[in-house]
């Protein structure tokens, strides 16, 4: 399997460098052939579901689902932090920030993967110098198969699709991987046609914004290898099939605030991020 092609050659002696750490996720390849699971975001539309009737499948959670006070209820098997170098004390992302902060987001993330040893982690190969945790699985630039084969990478990348560009993009990635035939996605509210702004851990109803071809390349070449529908609180999926969440699960819409789904302590910390501190209290 080729590497992508941009791929400088220092990143190139770190990727073989690596290989015994990454290769770990070959244990993964298959292990739920022909289940069905759900892959759980973190988008606004959260606040009208109840996650407990997302508990009859495996669960595939992305970055904050698993701060949410009904996380518990769900069959969570997986979670997502693919950011590079996120668990470092302090960090830089230059498209909320201008300066390093504080990162206190790592340490509460460090407590779940201690306290949930019965959860498979991913996160990104750079953090591996400082988070070495068993349940955990680092990732870098590509997945290998046993036979150095995986058909939906290398469609990805022979389209020019960086699959680790965007937790969701991963995270169906990491799912393909696995044998999964069937995928709900739940809270990825930019597949809906009435697609909406903002997290369920912050304050508010969110705002419409339209995403009518969001990530339309991906999931054309992702629905050749699984069948994936998106859960919408109403309207249709833009691009995938869609399920509404009332008629899916048997219950109605009910909205709950931020305050209501997450504990104040997480709270207070997203309040001192960069990219939340306005939306949160």
């Known amino acids: 399997m080729k590497l992508h092609s941009n791929l400088s050659l220092f990143k190139k002696i770190i990727f073989q460098s690596a290989n015994p750490i990454l290769s770990r996720i070959l244990s993964l390849e298959n292990i739920h052939k022909g289940e069905s699971c759900y892959i759980i975001g973190d988008g606004v539309s959260i606040k009208w579901f109840d996650l407990s009737a997302f508990s009859d499948k495996p669960a595939i959670s992305l970055n904050k689902i698993i701060y949410h006070k009904q996380s518990n209820l769900l069959n969570l098997k997986y979670s997502l932090w693919i950011e590079p170098y996120y668990f ?61 084969d995986f058909k939906f990478f290398e469609e990805c990348n022979f389209s020019g699709l960086n699959i680790f560009n965007g937790s969701l ?36 109803k969110g705002n419409l914004k339209p ?22 609180s109403e ?28 504990d104040n302590s997480m709270m207070n910390v997203l309040s001192k991020d960069p990219m939340y501190k306005n939306n949160i209290f």
């Open 211 to 232: 995403q009518l071809n969001y990530e339309n390349i991906f999931f054309n070449i992702a629905c050749k290898y699984v069948d994936i529908h998106t859960i919408t």
């Open 235 to 262: 309207g249709k999926g833009v691009i995938l099939p869609s399920k509404n969440y009332t008629s899916f699960t048997g219950k109605k819409l009910v909205y709950k605030e931020n305050y209501e789904l997450m």
């Open 88 to 148: 470092y004390p302090y960090f830089y992302d230059p498209s909320v920030s201008s300066s390093i902060f504080k990162n206190d987001i790592q340490k509460k993330n460090r407590e779940k993967i201690k306290k949930h040893k019965n959860i498979t982690f991913f996160t990104n190969l750079s953090n591996y110098p400082v988070l070495w945790d068993p349940n955990i699985y680092y990732l870098f630039h590509q997945i290998k198969g046993k036979n150095n």
């Open 169 to 204: 993009r991963c995270s169906i990635a990491l799912a393909i991987y696995m044998g999964f035939k069937e995928i709900f996605l739940v809270g990825c509210d930019y597949t809906h046609e009435k697609s909406m702004s903002r997290h369920w851990f912050e304050k508010g």
